[in-house]
């Protein structure tokens, strides 16, 4: 596996025009050979990793594992090996090999796991010259609703600063916003006045952002699990008058209890399950009606076909899905593959403002207008890196 830097030209044969026929006799002799890491630096905050699968026919297959600041995942090797000498169309195969171990806890287990599943995917649509959501049941539309994450574009933590992104992402034509003004609460053990004052400026920053929208923009709040459930009930109240489209993990979401207990008393909807994994994460959410919309990540929740099954465990109780996507531009792909399919879905997270190179990264380049992406229609995940701009940014 290379890794640290922008790859160096792939050789890609990304349709059956360009010389790979799609055939029972394809899908027979197309064996996964190698891998391979690029890494992308966003800003201080951020840098993208994406997986390069290679096969012995010259097909390359593109997943997303990005993970904060990280530039490496060393779990990446582990995963491979239940993909290596396989066909990509053995996904269950490989799901069989590897899903324990991503099942077990680690996020850099279950993100490697996922993002080689991607690169399955992609691969398997380029083999027959289909996008995945044609593969996976057809799509229900061709263009998928979008939210804006100021959150990690909003530098100055102030009421201010979140209010000027806020605008900002309103004139790039975007009809839901997010934001996380909690960040950087102090523990709940800490002076009662350091944890009143962060309170208040939360709700202060929150205040801001709809003064600065207007009423017909939605805004979302995540609250990255800071409170219990008292302080939890107590800010969602004081929000009240904000008209939230979602009061996202005040607590963990994993602490089903306390989630119940926080969505029955209060008046806001409830989001959350960013970093759960699989159908066995999701369900009991899903079972209690602890939340009214579920938030898979297709880098973190086992990958496309995992999260389709937790969309349908979703639909089962009524909850709508959200894709968690504060990602680079193959996971957003993947993610719009997923989404143009499933009955429950709501609105796909886009992480704005950190690069304004982010669209060109990919070929075709991506595009959010007034508010929303296109499914890609390309073989695949429908997209592949820039080479040019990745080795750019490097």
């Not at 909003?154 to 996380?180: H, Q, Y």
Request: hydrophobic share 45%.
């Amino acid at each position: 596996m290379a890794a640290g830097g922008a790859a160096a030209a792939l050789p890609l044969i990304a349709s059956p025009a360009r010389g790979l026929q799609p055939s029972g006799a394809t899908e027979r002799r197309l064996r996964i050979e190698e891998m391979e890491l690029t890494s992308v630096q966003v800003s201080e905050r951020t840098a993208w990793m994406f997986v390069h699968l290679h096969t012995n026919l010259g097909l390359s297959g593109l997943g997303e594992c990005s993970l904060g600041r990280r530039r490496e995942l060393p779990a990446l090797n582990e995963a491979f090996e239940a993909a290596r000498g396989r066909s990509p169309f053995a996904i269950e195969a490989y799901r069989a090999a590897g899903r324990e171990r991503a099942a077990a806890g680690d996020i850099f287990e279950a993100t490697a796991f996922s993002a080689i599943e991607q690169g399955l995917w992609d691969l398997v649509g380029k083999a027959v010259d289909a996008p995945v959501h044609l593969l996976t049941g057809g799509g229900l539309r061709d263009r998928l609703p979008a939210y804006a994450n100021i959150n990690r574009a909003t530098r100055e933590r102030t009421p201010e600063g979140f209010a000027a992104n806020a605008r900002a992402a309103v004139e790039d034509g975007f009809t839901a916003i997010k934001a996380a003004p909690f960040d950087g609460f102090p523990a709940l053990d800490a002076p009662a006045a350091d944890v009143a004052s962060a309170a208040d400026l939360g709700v202060a920053c929150v205040e801001a952002i709809r003064e600065a929208v207007g009423s017909d923009v939605d805004i979302l709040i995540d609250c990255h699990s800071f409170f219990d459930v008292d302080l939890a009930v107590d800010v969602a109240r004081r929000l009240e008058p904000q008209n939230l489209a979602w009061y996202e993990e005040p607590v963990p979401p994993t602490d089903v209890a306390a989630t119940v207990a926080i969505e029955r008393a209060i008046e806001q909807r409830m989001a959350g399950g960013e970093f759960l994994f699989g159908i066995e994460g999701f369900g009991p959410l899903c079972r209690e009606q602890a939340v009214d919309v579920i938030m898979p990540d297709v880098k973190h929740c086992g990958g496309l076909l995992e999260a389709r099954k937790i969309a349908a465990v979703a639909e089962l109780d009524g909850i709508a899905v959200s894709p968690h996507n504060p990602s680079g531009p193959v996971a957003t792909a993947a993610s719009a593959q997923l989404c143009a399919g499933l009955p429950n879905f709501e609105i796909l997270e886009m992480q704005w403002g950190e690069a304004a190179w982010r669209g060109d990264l990919i070929e075709p380049p991506e595009r959010f207008e007034n508010g929303s992406i296109a499914v890609p229609d390309g073989p695949g995940l429908g997209v592949e890196l820039n080479d040019a701009v990745a080795r750019e940014h490097a």
